[in-house]
């Protein structure tokens, strides 16, 4: 019995020794990390990394450590510290591999892959990353796990991007119907909804935008999500369901209502695919952004502005010597001419658009050629065999830009892997100078010749042509160029008419 007490009290002190520590070791990092937040609240990232380090240093086997490691991977990629991002996410998914922290680190690792991405490789790797989410993290073990919805949301969204729909819809299908409902639901519908349009699955997907614009109110989806979803309902009943109902594409043309705006001789006009408006006028002169309602927001003179266009949800516009962005806190790149062993800048700019990767593509007077910049110093030229008269161009939504040859008249595609080009369409124009696409691919093309503007589908079959006279007491007199928005709106800006072309 002696030795039975004895037992007892040597395994309660070591108990006693056992516990004392790691409740201090606990209390500790928890003043470590109400400390780190603290301090980062108040704006010192600096002194919140050195606390939140200091917290996964001296106690790595903390339940602590993990969210504090994540913290440090937010802090670095916030600062741009790309390098000390990785480290903190890859000790992370080694260390603490089955914390929901570690699902949140891969997430974190491929959205910086896809931003980082150049080629179309690169996007594969990130979707890679993600596809590895909901393989280590499944419901049966993590029933409830953002970050897993997110890494299907972006799988899906990766796969359009990349051409592959069924494996979008597959995806996006999983993150609708597999997951419990949340916050993230209303956009894995929407881009659903995007990825069935693009295998002509008009109806299904009319049924999952139908839902999603409906859900006033919901915590499901955001208002911007539910604007998206009505922008992309009344696109497919423009461009699909009236077509097959025997009805025109365009039932009426008037006035643009672009309230507290005055024009003289438009030139040019670029549309968002939320329905925003960039305007330029070089008689006024001006740059004006009009809101998607018509409502005047803001306006910047500029001398001989040229063509204008949207570049990541950034306006801009073209002048003689660079591109302009006026209502962006972003540098105007400046090009220099793409011949090696020169240092010419490059004038004569006429239209540009921005590749999803971040390079510029620049149409510019004395080049026959697609001109194409990775950085304002490294431009190569691309269609230069064919030797086409370039007008215009554009870009869809997998990222090809289509190039408006207007001697050739005739409509050129260059792939996502900037190696091979295509004729899309030939026309019977007689003087084209504009292209425009929609969300649906199809293509605008604006003949100041003819004075009209002609719309084909995605295979280049001609669908509808309209102009001179337009209706509505409305003729074409001197049209310049065409846009589209995501609801299928036409915009026409003729410069002799003072006000902008709505086709509805």
């Not at 990766?158 to 119907?177: F, H, I, M, P, T």
């Not at 809101?291 to 927001?297: C, P, T």
């Amino acid at each position: 019995m002696h030795r039975a007490a004895t037992f007892y009290c040597l395994a309660f002190l070591l108990l006693a020794l056992f516990n004392t520590p790691i409740a201090a070791q606990d209390a500790a990092a928890e003043r470590l990390y109400a400390e780190a937040l603290r301090v980062l609240q108040a704006g010192d990232s600096a002194g919140a990394l050195k606390e939140l380090e200091l917290l996964v240093q001296q106690f790595p086997s903390d339940r602590l450590a993990p969210k504090a490691l994540l913290q440090v991977a937010d802090i670095r990629r916030a600062g741009g510290d790309t390098d000390g991002t990785r480290r903190a996410l890859e000790r992370l998914r080694a260390d603490y591999g089955r914390t929901l922290e570690s699902a949140a680190a891969f997430v974190r690792q491929a959205e910086i892959e896809a931003e980082q991405a150049r080629r179309t490789s690169d996007l594969e790797e990130a979707r890679a990353t993600f596809r590895r989410v909901p393989l280590l993290y499944g419901r049966e073990t993590y029933p409830n796990l953002d970050d897993r919805v997110r890494a299907r949301i972006r799988t899906g969204e990766l796969s359009l991007q990349l051409g592959d729909n069924a494996a979008a819809v597959a995806e996006l299908l999983a993150a609708v119907e597999d997951e419990p409902a949340s916050n993230l639901t209303g956009r894995a519908r929407l881009l659903l909804a995007k990825a069935l349009t693009r295998m002509d699955e008009w109806v299904a997907a009319a049924e999952v935008l139908q839902r999603l614009a409906t859900e006033q109110g919901s915590a499901t989806s955001s208002e911007d999500e539910r604007a998206s979803a009505i922008r992309l309902l009344s696109l497919i009943h423009r461009r699909i369901i009236r077509p097959q109902s025997g009805h025109g594409l365009w039932q009426s043309a008037t006035r643009y209502p672009a309230s507290g705006l005055q024009l003289r001789e438009p030139t040019g006009v670029a549309a968002a695919e939320d329905g925003r408006l960039l305007i330029v006028d070089p008689r006024m002169p001006l740059v004006a952004l009009i809101d998607a309602d018509g409502s005047f927001l803001e306006s910047i003179a500029l001398p001989a502005p040229g063509r204008p266009g949207w570049s990541l949800g950034a306006a801009f516009t073209v002048t003689e010597t660079r591109i302009m962005l006026p209502f962006a806190a972003q540098e105007s790149p400046r090009f220099l001419e793409p011949v090696p062993g020169k240092e010419k800048p490059l004038k004569g700019l006429l239209a540009a658009e921005r590749g999803r990767f971040g390079d510029w593509f620049v149409l510019a007077k004395g080049w026959r050629s697609l001109l194409t910049f990775q950085s304002s110093r490294q431009g190569q030229e691309l269609l230069a065999n064919s030797k086409p008269d370039p007008v215009d161009i554009a870009q869809d939504v997998l990222g090809r830009i289509y190039v408006l040859d207007g001697k050739g008249k005739q409509v050129l595609r260059v792939g996502v892997d900037r190696r091979q080009a295509d004729i899309v369409l030939k026309g019977t124009w007689k003087r084209p100078v504009a292209l425009a696409l929609d969300p649906l691919g199809n293509i605008y093309i604006l003949d100041r010749g003819n004075r009209s503007v002609e719309m084909f589908d995605n295979a280049g079959r001609k669908q509808a042509s309209l102009g001179p006279s337009l209706g509505g007491g409305i003729e074409l007199r001197n049209p310049l160029d065409v846009a589209v928005d995501g609801s299928g709106r036409v915009f026409i800006a003729d410069s002799k008419l003072p006000f902008i072309v709505l086709l509805d």
